[in-house]
């Protein structure tokens, strides 16, 4: 199917954003270079979402203030119905949160850490560009200006526990060095969007973190969902692919975000970001009616579920919302033919729960 207009102008921008993100990447002048990556690299992310978005006459235009929506909700519109993974989520995600945490104060991210983050976003952008608009990249970017660098690329676990020290050494007393090691945990935060929906970068954060690496803890506990992901790397020089994917973790405690204990926790400072879904709309995407998306929300056990259903209270007033988990595990269940029919009958509204008979009383 051919692109129509907005989406051709829309994808053109997203690889011109590229283009520059890897020249600016392989330029000798390293005075801004990390920031001015992350910006195109982020820009080519968002303006390429769109552009699938829009082949598919999906509104991105938001009806109460007339502006473009913004990456977040254009990530979660592709994850949701446009064929875009997880996965692949996950490693856009982690570079617009670096790139929010470069832009709007400042990060320090290692040239192999870099490399490894920019070749897997290429790989990812080449993937969903393929799949989702019929474009080949390495028609319009030659080979020989993709990211290049001296140092090969390291394994994911092995790059993160060597910052996790140096961020320890460099908050030693006399050091004289806590700027750098806060702004490389600014860094392993931003890292964090590889494994997390909603990801947030706050002072309140680093203090914790600061002080759990001082009291000598581990890093896994300090990052336990960097200890969830892993890479792999596959081909050499211009051709290396790299890609990021989850492994069994240690179990993660979920705080909110001004709690004084969390210093070994991660954070999670937005609900209303992470349980965007009223009952309605749920339904709606499910192509359910109100009652008996309730009713598979009960045989499913959904609103018993944290990760899938948060009741927000204000005042006297209560809001029942869902998570992209709820939606993905009703679907999932639709999708594997589950008997709605039965589904209706044992757990519809009109359904009461059965109660444990009365014993009648003893004669006197």
Known sequence: MPLIRDAKTLSNKAICSMRMAMSTFNSYDDEGRVCSVLLHLQHA??????????????????????????FDRALHLCRQDHGLTEAEAGTMRMIDALRDAEQHWFTVVEEDVLYLQTRALVTVFDMYLKRALDLDLSSRIPARVLPVSTKPPGDFDFLVD??????????????????????????????????????????????????AIKAGSEMGEVFPRLNTIASTIEGDGPAITVHFSKKEGPPVKFVAGDDPQAAAAVRQVDLQKK????????????????????????????????????????????????????????????????????????????????QPAKMADAPA
């Open 45 to 70: 992310c968002e303006m390429l979402l769109k552009a699938v978005l829009v082949q598919n006459r999906v509104k991105v235009f938001d009806e109460e203030n007339g502006k473009s929506i913004s």
């Open 162 to 211: 060597r910052e996790y020290r140096l961020i320890g050494e460099l908050l030693k007393p006399g050091k004289r060095k806590r700027d750098e090691a806060r702004a490389r945990i600014r860094a392993l935060l931003a890292m964090e969007g590889l494994a997390a929906e909603e990801v947030q970068i706050s002072e309140k954060d680093i203090n914790r973190i600061e002080k």
């Open 275 to 354: 349980f965007h879904m009223g009952a309605t709309e749920l339904a709606k995407v499910l192509k359910l009616s109100l009652p008996r998306a309730l009713a598979l929300r009960r045989y499913l056990k959904i609103d018993d579920d944290p990760s899938c259903h948060h009741r927000f209270e204000f005042g006297s007033s209560k809001h029942d919302r869902f998570s992209d988990n709820a939606r993905n595990k009703m679907k999932a269940a639709l999708e594997e033919g589950i008997d709605m029919d039965k589904v209706w009958k044992e757990h519809g509204p009109g359904v009461q729960k059965k």
